[in-house]
């Protein structure tokens, strides 16, 4: 026992207790942090009043703090209510589960594991292995919907492709997604592996969530998803025994075998009928055996008898014994069944296998009806029929309103068969239809979300495209981006693969808009640097220069300012070269928010006005406002505030014209600053409520703190120190929430042992620009 919790406080705000504890324990949040296993930045926020403790909270406090239960006492009494809370989604991603035969020990065995883990107070995580077709995903989910009422919190499902063609999902990537489930924000979304872990913790903590992770490679691809409450479960799958997952993490691994033979009989019978089966034995045994009595593969056989009804089973055994001897055998556990897919692709006719094989060209996900006829460069409304045979086939599965989804092998098989049945003319034209596709709906989503943005020219695409929905509401716009988010990552994969590089280069670039207001950052960084590549490739300079001016933004975002600088000039060097006007007002543009950011005005009023120069030559008016702008923001930091003024003002005419919130948040918020400069205190916080209004609407989390730390600013310098510090208090819960380097400087704002702040110009670089990529 230290001593510092022996006095009871007065107050019941219990926020303020814990960092009064913390500071005379000598403690830093992060030191907090590993000794109570909650994240800095969840202790920041409860110390700011943002959220609520929980019991379980403020007992960890107390014994790292040796506070003699002071701040569980308090949990109770009159706690401070939360200034802005949010709502956690419950997600329910379980998938639909299908019937079982022969499974019923299975699921009794892991009803006796979960009790047992219970008991034993530890993080229940129960790891199934398996070969590849044994059902261990339909299982998984089966079982999971049997205990989904012990898990009000939600029910998560992630597929972490560990065996599919397209490679290993990256678990970072996965963090993001899963902390966006959840309800994060996507500014909130920490940019490190080890903090998305701790976010995806303390998000989890204290909560009865189940989580399934389908399809894993092995123990490190999960390991970082584990949410390590007792009170939350988390079922994997994978065709490897995760040892080390069992001794690390305590989990209990369960093998998933084939069926035996009644059972594999009984599912042949649910799926074609009791009198085709029991009539015929020995065919049935013959196509079990042949179907290694496997789920995937009995379920493709009996699906095949159905829509043959009038053959015998007989005949059917036979066909699956002739067509393998045909092809290749391949080695392993996929040799099993390839008789199985061999045959059943032999029997659909030439339209419906040709749409099959080409789908082996899709390296992403879940895919849309409109993909599919874009690659077989067919009619949509053919193309749904088809993949609605492909369905009743079981050779897809159908995951949405004409969404639909390949399982690995029979993705691995696709993608043998179009490599062995196209030639390299007929594969390459395929793909860029598929590619030209999400090109063009690209363009035409992200056009609704900014209409005044720039975009490269693409010219019409080839023959066979389907062409993008009319009429759509931003809403819409912004679901499609959000759904088809992966596989934008992986066709423009496919596009570099095939050497398609100039749609591979500009299918992330025409993403940006979507890019800039969801950060969805590794998406963002994985498509560019792809683009980047193809765009070195085919020799395009336009191109090269065009994406790594969109990837200076991402880094100087996520606070790599030097790399971004780097960036910013290569860009700028190679557009100078070929006269692209236009493109070096933008790396202007990025290099002077980069001196802005680095105290630099003079260096960024003379970029922000060549940049203005530039955009005025080519005749660009909403580029011109953005410009002005940064410029204004530049004069005022080099103490020119009527200057400032007048600049800002006329970009403030251009960004309400265009109804453009981003923009007006940032022009608000500075002109309220440059008012307060000039004396105009009532004015100037006004601007402040209309540029923190602005930033909501637009979501623009690093704007509302930048917006807080200029107006408590402003009001120190009149003052009025309480109300400053409570601006400041709501910035620095934001920026710990984003993990952002920019918190400390408002924290020493907060801290009474340091000299007051000097209220113009801030001593924190500014946070939210105007919408600077390009446009």
């Keep these: ?250 989990a209990v691994c369960v093998h998933v075998d084939a069926l035996d033979e009644d059972a594999a009989a009984g599912l042949l019978r649910e799926v074609v009928g009791r009198e085709r089966v029991d009539t015929e034995p020995e065919a049935t045994a013959r196509i079990l055996r042949m179907c290694a009595y496997l789920p995937l593969t009995v379920r493709i056989a009996g699906n095949h008898a159905i829509v043959h009804p009038h053959g015998s089973l007989a005949d059917l055994a036979d066909e699956m014994s002739a067509i393998d001897h045909r092809l290749d055998v391949l080695s392993g556990e996929a040799g099993n069944i390839r008789a199985v897919f061999s045959w059943s692709y032999a029997g659909l006719d030439a339209q419906d296998a040709r749409l099959f094989r080409l789908l082996g060209l899709h390296s992403g996900d879940a895919f849309s009806a409109e993909a599919a006829a874009a690659l077989a460069g067919i009619e949509l409304s053919h193309a749904v029929r088809a993949l609605d045979r492909l369905v009743a086939l079981r050779l897809l599965e159908e995951v949405g309103k004409h969404r639909y989804r390949q399982h690995d092998l029979l993705k691995a098989f696709a993608v043998e068969r179009v490599h062995s049945e196209e030639d390299s003319a007929q594969a390459l034209a395929a793909t860029t239809r598929m590619v030209d596709w999400y090109l063009h709906t690209s363009r035409a989503a992200n056009q609704v979300l900014a209409p005044h943005r720039r975009d490269p020219e693409l010219g019409p695409p080839v023959a066979g495209v389907p062409s993008p929905p009319e009429g759509w509401t931003y809403t819409q716009a912004l679901q499609w981006c959000e759904r088809e988010l992966p596989n934008i990552v992986a066709v423009t994969d496919d596009a570099h693969r095939a050497g398609l590089w100039d749609r591979a280069w500009k299918l992330p670039v025409c993403q940006w808009n979507f890019f800039y207001l969801r950060k969805h950052w590794s998406a963002w960084s994985a498509s560019h640097e792809s683009g980047l590549a193809a765009a070195r490739a085919g020799g395009d300079v336009f191109g090269q220069a065009w994406v790594l001016n969109n990837l200076s933004h991402a880094y100087r975002e996520r606070g790599h300012r030097e790399q971004a600088e780097v960036m910013s000039h290569e860009a700028l060097r190679m557009r100078v070269e070929i006269g692209d006007v236009t493109g070096q007002a933008w790396s202007t543009v990025a290099l002077a928010f980069l001196d802005l950011e680095q105290r630099r005005p003079d260096a960024a009023i003379t970029r922000f006005t060549d940049a203005l120069t530039l955009f005025r030559r080519v005749d660009d008016w909403y580029s011109e406002a953005i410009a002005l702008g940064g410029l204004g923001e530049a004069a005022r930091l080099a103490g020119h505030p009527e200057q400032a003024l007048g600049y800002l003002s006329d970009a403030l005419t251009v960004m309400d014209a265009a109804a453009d919130r981003f923009g007006q948040g940032f022009t608000l918020t500075r002109i309220g600053s440059t008012l307060h400069l000039l004396g105009r205190h009532d004015e100037a916080a006004r601007r402040f409520d209309q540029g923190l209004r602005a930033r909501r609407e637009s979501g623009d989390r690093w704007g509302e703190a930048d917006t807080h730390i200029a107006f408590g600013d402003a009001l120190l310098a009149e003052g009025a120190h309480g109300r400053a510090a409570d601006q400041w208090r709501i910035a620095l819960a934001i920026l710990d929430e984003l993990d952002d380097p920019r918190a400390d400087a408002v924290r020493r704002r907060l801290d009474p042992t340091t000299p007051s702040p000097r209220p113009s110009p801030p001593d924190t670089a500014p946070i939210g620009q105007a919408r600077s990529g390009e446009r």
């Excluded at 207790?17 to 000794?35: H, I, N, T, V, Y």
């Excluded at 929980?54 to 014994?63: I, L, N, V």
């Excluded at 998803?225 to 065709?239: C, H």
Aim: with cysteine.
């Design 1 to 250: 026992m230290n001593g510092i919790g022996k006095k009871a406080p007065e107050a019941t705000d219990i926020g303020g207790e814990l960092q009064r504890l913390r500071k005379a324990a000598g403690m830093s949040r992060r030191d907090l942090a590993d000794r109570t296993h909650y994240s800095p930045s969840h202790i920041a926020n409860v110390e700011n009043g943002i959220k609520s403790p929980s019991p379980e909270f403020a007992r960890a406090c107390d014994a790292a703090l040796g506070a003699d239960d002071v701040l569980t006492a308090l949990v109770d009494v009159g706690r401070k209510p939360a200034r802005n809370p949010t709502t956690r989604r419950v997600p329910a991603q379980l998938p639909r589960p299908v019937p079982l035969m022969g499974r019923d020990g299975l699921l009794e065995e892991l009803d006796r594991v979960l009790a047992r883990s219970r008991s034993a107070g530890r993080a229940p995580v129960i790891a199934l292995d398996g070969e590849g077709g044994v059902g261990k995903t339909a299982c998984a989910v089966a079982w999971a919907d049997r205990v989904r009422h012990d898990y009000p919190d939600g029910i998560l499902f992630v597929d972490l492709a560990g065996h599919g063609t397209s490679g290993r999902v990256d678990p970072f990537a996965v963090l993001e997604g899963l902390l966006r489930d959840l309800g994060v924000d996507a500014a909130e979304v920490p940019t490190t592996p080890d903090r998305r872990t701790a976010m995806l913790r303390t998000v989890l903590a204290d909560t009865r969530t189940l989580l399934v992770v389908d399809n894993a490679l092995d123990d490190d691809q999960v390991r970082p998803l584990l949410p390590g409450s007792a009170d939350s479960l988390v079922v994997v799958t994978s065709r490897r025994r995760l040892s080390s997952l069992a001794v690390h993490e305590d």
